[in-house]
């Protein structure tokens, strides 16, 4: 009977549909006791014993979202002192390391690259057994807000910067918690000296890769050599400021697409422009020189510069900071090699004086020799230098540009002869210089240029400019360089041009050098290479 059947199918389904919504509520049941049970753990561990008459000293916070303004002060940890002594204060602080003894905890506070043992002892009054538990739960990395008093310790703390104070926790909340960290910071912060010791131990110490740190770069950036490389950039970068201001020079801001490459030859990252073609500038150099022609006749800038090399070196990135400045001459390109003398001898001795501690924080990670430079920076023309190396026996072609080993073999022969890590070397070879540069008018094999050299690597490139449009568009042609696409840069030469030279300056490569670094990746924030476009 076809509606008996119907029926029947019909109270399968029902059955079918019941047993379906069974099985719904009782893994959502499941579902809400698993969270349950987990919101309790957390609670053991984020939240105070209500039971606890110190309850009110510990425990995680409502999240900071602008509620109100306390009037409360926080102190930096850096200025935790001797002169503090017995003081009551507040940091704000990241975990840096927790060890729990018994009924104590010993907290070890990180805030960039100062850091500070805080301690806990149970005694009923200021601090419980159930905060120091909530002490040594807190997830390493962690930011919390520490409060209590200074006491001047009787043996130097020798594990942290501010290691003639502790802190004597009396409140503890933690702010934001940490998830699981990539690495351990304490790896992270190793230098290599302290893991060859290690080996010669017969122990093995954990090394994380310059890949993972990359990879992981907000976490890397928290340890303290980190911290300080990132300040001596700034530093350079404020040096470099003073220095040109100081001698009139006005700070400009470039465009960096353009419609045709600012150096000429391939190496430029080529992109659309509203349907038309456009490239990411290699140098803000077209600039540069149309504001001196502008009668802006010092000027300076700190930006991007794109270079689409496929370059996988220590030295070379796709994309980097370039400290560039130009300015009108009277008569010759020692005019601005007595500027940048200025400059660099100004930038040394200002990161020397005013930035001593954050270059003791690198070198205890990545020791270093302190920069050797004269006060009157030496010159040597390139040929002179062609001339060092080959009576040191090295066959080198003098109208050839230097690669990087010989670049470095002339840095050591200078450094013997001179004493000095910091030179400048002139005269190039016109044909290995852009078309920009101006010939030598006494030898046209050569050119009015110069690169400036760190402990054998240079970090410097500049020149005279021509100043005449008709010669430089005759080197442009002779560069293969579209006119076209340079047809705006030429015609600021045409009504009047003062003579005038510059340089660019590789922010990350002074930095790396500087500090004798092994790698630019360690002085870029975020590095860009050929292989790296994240994070």
């Known amino acids: 009977d076809p509606e008996v059947a119907a029926k ?14 069974e099985k719904a509520r009782k893994e959502a049941a499941k579902a809400a006791a698993k969270a349950a049970e987990a919101a309790r753990k957390l609670a053991l561990t984020t939240q105070p014993d209500p039971e606890d008459p110190l309850r009110d000293q510990y425990g995680d916070p ?16 850096r200025d935790l002192d001797t002169t503090l002594s017995d003081a009551q204060v507040l940091v704000r602080a990241r975990v840096h390391a927790v060890r729990g003894k018994g009924k104590s ?16 002892f149970v005694d009923d009054e200021t601090v419980s057994k159930q905060m120091v538990k909530y002490a040594c739960n807190i997830p390493k990395e962690s930011i919390v807000d520490v409060g209590g008093i200074i006491k001047v310790t009787d043996t130097p703390v020798e594990s942290c910067s501010q290691s ?8 503890i909340r933690c702010i934001s918690r940490s998830a699981a960290l990539p690495f351990e910071l304490v790896d ?12 010669e131990r017969g122990e093995i110490l954990p090394v994380v890769s310059q890949d993972t740190r990359l990879d992981n770069r907000v976490i ?35 465009p960096k697409m353009l419609s045709g490459a600012s150096e000429g030859g391939a190496a430029v990252f080529h992109v659309d422009y509203m349907g038309r073609p456009a490239c990411l500038a290699q140098s803000p150099q077209f600039y540069k020189q149309m504001a001196i022609c502008g009668d802006l006749t010092r000027v300076f800038e700190i930006g991007s510069v794109f270079r689409a090399e496929d370059s996988n070196t220590h030295r070379h990135l796709t994309e980097f900071i370039g400290l560039d400045m130009e300015m009108a001459i009277f008569e010759s390109y020692h005019e601005v090699l007595d500027v940048l003398d200025h400059l ?32 009157e920076t030496l010159r040597i023309t390139f040929a002179e230098g062609i001339q060092m190396l080959q009576d040191a026996g090295h066959a080198v072609d003098p109208l050839e540009d230097l690669n990087t080993e010989m670049e470095r073999t002339l840095g050591r022969l200078v450094k013997e002869k001179y004493n000095t890590d910091f030179y400048i070397l002139h005269k190039f070879p016109l044909g290995i210089r852009p078309f920009y540069t101006m010939p030598d008018p006494e030898d046209d094999r050569y050119s009015a240029s110069f690169d400036v050299f760190i ?10 400019r021509i100043h005449d449009a008709d010669l430089l568009r005759e080197r442009a042609e002779k560069y293969g360089i579209p006119i076209d696409q340079v047809q705006s840069y030429l015609d600021a030469f045409k009504c009047g041009a003062y003579p005038h030279g510059g340089a660019g300056v590789g922010l990350e490569r002074v930095v790396m050098l500087f500090c004798g670094l092994n790698n630019i990746r360690k002085t870029s924030m975020f590095p860009r290479d050929p292989r790296r476009l994240a994070p």
Not at 106 to 120: D, E, G
Not at 242 to 248: G, P, Q, R, W
């Open 188 to 199: 992270a912060c190793r230098s290599e000296q302290e893991v060859k010791e290690a080996n």
């Open 62 to 77: 409502p999240m900071v979202q602008s509620r109100e303004r306390t009037g409360r002060v926080w102190t930096s940890v």
């Open 220 to 254: 890397d950036l928290r340890t303290p050599a980190n911290q300080a490389i990132f300040r001596i950039q700034s530093a350079v970068c404020q040096l470099f400021r003073e220095a040109l201001l100081s001698k009139d020079f006005v700070e400009i801001h470039t």
């Open 105 to 120: 905890a010993f907290v070890v506070l990180r805030q960039q690259t100062a850091t500070v043992q805080a301690v806990l």
């Open 8 to 21: 029947k199918k019909a109270e399968r389904e029902a059955k079918k549909a019941a047993k379906a919504a």
């Open 455 to 464: 402990r054998g690597e240079e970090i410097i490139s500049g020149a005279q």
């Open 164 to 171: 003639a104070v502790e802190l004597h926790v009396t409140e």
């Open 344 to 375: 660099f001898v100004y930038m040394f001795r200002g990161l020397q004086s005013r930035f001593s501690k954050e270059l003791s924080v690198i070198s205890q990670q990545y020791p270093f020799k302190p920069l050797q430079y004269l006060p």
